[in-house]
Structures are given as structure tokens and as C-alpha cells.
């Protein structure tokens, strides 16, 4: 009984190791297709990557399960300071897991090279209407947007799939002869 009760234990122990943190999934998108002044501009195209986890497990990255998030080669989520001042925001996200992806983000620039009146440059990124910009230098502005479409074309691709770590086949195997032990020690019996 005490044998039973200990292999019982044990076992109960290397279950509980094994429910290990999940291990984060990547995609990469591609935004393809925009209406600039009134044309459709096929060859005008945003990529971007981001990471996460769905941790409550409801088909769907929420901007909470996110670990990065990248756009025209630009972090957004956890954004770098670098030669320049940036600012970024994720202010929405949402992407069900092989269906659509939403988001909204901006990303803001300040390049001062030592002239009077620093570059300011700010990109705004809407899956809602598509993607704002905004070049501002001392009283010279130039701004645009290229607007979403019916035309325009969103595709997201898993770029890694998620690979278990190796304390992970530790404990299977473990586990396993574990189980082969047991089995032995009965057929003994």
C-alpha cells in the first residue's frame, strides 16, 4: 500500500513539471493593395511579424499575449530607442488564430541632426483604413494615406511552429520507464 501510495505521489509531482510555460508562436503578415489619391496601387505593401501566446485559450491573440510586434521593419510593441527619439504605441490588437487580423499602432520619430527645426515623422497603421504618414519639418508638412480597399489583400502565415523544449522529452522518457519499471516489478509479482 505505502509502495502504491509513494509511486502515486511521484507521479503526481512529474505531472505537475510538466505543465511548462507555453511556448510563444510567430506569424508574419503582408498588407497588400491600397488606394492611394484615388487609384488602386497594387504594388503598394506593408509586411510585419509578431509573436505571442493565446494563454486563455480562446482561439485568439489579444494585445495582452503579445511578446513582439513589428511593422515595416519597425518594432512597435517594446519599441527601441536608437540614434533618434521614438515613440510607439499598440493601442489595439486582435488576430484570430488562422482568420483575420486587426490592429491600430503608431510610430513616431524625431531625427534631429543638429538643424533648427528637427524631422518629426509619424506613420499610423489602422487595418480599419490603412496607413497614415506624416513628414514635419520646421513649417514644411507633407502627409498622405494609403486607404484600405475591398481590393486590398491581408496574409498571415505561422512562420514557426512551436517546438518542445528539451526538459520536455526528458520527462516523457522518464516517465515512460517509469511506467516499463512498474509494469516489470508486476509481472515479477
Known amino acids: 500500500m505505502l509502495k502504491k501510495l509513494i509511486t502515486s505521489s511521484v507521479l503526481a509531482v512529474c505531472c505537475s513539471f510538466a505543465q511548462a510555460a507555453e511556448v510563444p508562436s510567430a506569424w508574419s503578415f503582408t498588407w497588400t493593395g491600397f488606394d492611394a489619391w484615388g487609384t488602386f496601387r497594387p504594388d ?33 510593441l517594446n519599441c527601441p530607442s536608437g540614434p533618434f527619439a521614438a515613440e510607439c504605441h499598440l493601442d489595439s490588437f486582435s488576430y484570430a488564430i488562422g482568420g483575420k487580423l486587426e490592429f491600430s499602432a503608431i510610430r513616431m520619430e524625431t531625427h534631429n541632426s543638429g538643424e533648427s527645426y528637427p524631422l518629426q515623422i509619424t506613420n499610423n497603421y489602422d487595418t480599419g483604413y490603412g496607413v497614415g504618414y506624416e513628414y514635419r519639418q520646421g513649417m514644411h508638412d507633407d502627409y498622405g494615406a494609403y486607404y484600405v480597399t475591398p481590393q486590398t489583400v491581408m496574409t498571415v502565415q505561422q512562420t514557426l511552429a512551436p517546438v518542445p523544449e528539451p526538459e520536455t522529452y526528458a ?11 512498474l509494469r516489470s516489478r508486476k509481472k515479477k509479482q
Open 44 to 76: 503598394i505593401s506593408y509586411a510585419g511579424t509578431f509573436t505571442g501566446v493565446d494563454a486563455n485559450h480562446n482561439g485568439t491573440v489579444e494585445r495582452s499575449e503579445l511578446t513582439t510586434f513589428s511593422i515595416d521593419g519597425n518594432k512597435i
Open 171 to 181: 520527462m516523457l522518457g522518464a516517465g515512460l520507464l517509469m511506467l516499463a519499471g
